[in-house]
Every structure is written in structure tokens, then in C-alpha cells.
């Protein structure tokens, strides 16, 4: 399950990454504070503090983030 691969990227040892949603929006998660979840939904707030409630089954993919600097 895509939660699953959520839940491993927080605990071990998180790095940015970006949610690839099924209509096309992309959501980063800069910080393991930004994203919520559970089996049902995932929470993500973006940088202006809007959250975005997800159903999982609307999350395509995980992409990394890319490192600046």
C-alpha cells in the first residue's frame, strides 16, 4: 500500500519527497510535520498552510526530492 511507503519514508531516516497525485497535482512534503496519515487519508499542508486531504488510492506515485544546494 502507498500509506506503507509513506510510513517507511518517515521513519527511516525522512528526506523531502513529493506526492504524484492521479490528476496530474503535485504535493512536496519538505518535513515529516507537513504530512498526516492513516489508511484512509493523507494530509499533506502546503507552504502557504492549506491543507490537502487525499485519498490514498488518488496517490500515483512517490518522487524524491531533489537536493538544492
Known sequence: ???DQIK????????P???CLSDGRKLPVPHRD???LSARV???IDQNDVSHTINPVHIVSIEQALSQG
Open 8 to 15: 517507511e519514508r518517515l521513519t527511516n531516516g525522512f528526506q
Open 1 to 3: 500500500m502507498i500509506t
Open 17 to 19: 519527497f513529493t506526492l
Open 42 to 44: 493523507v494530509v499533506v
Open 34 to 36: 507537513f504530512i498526516a
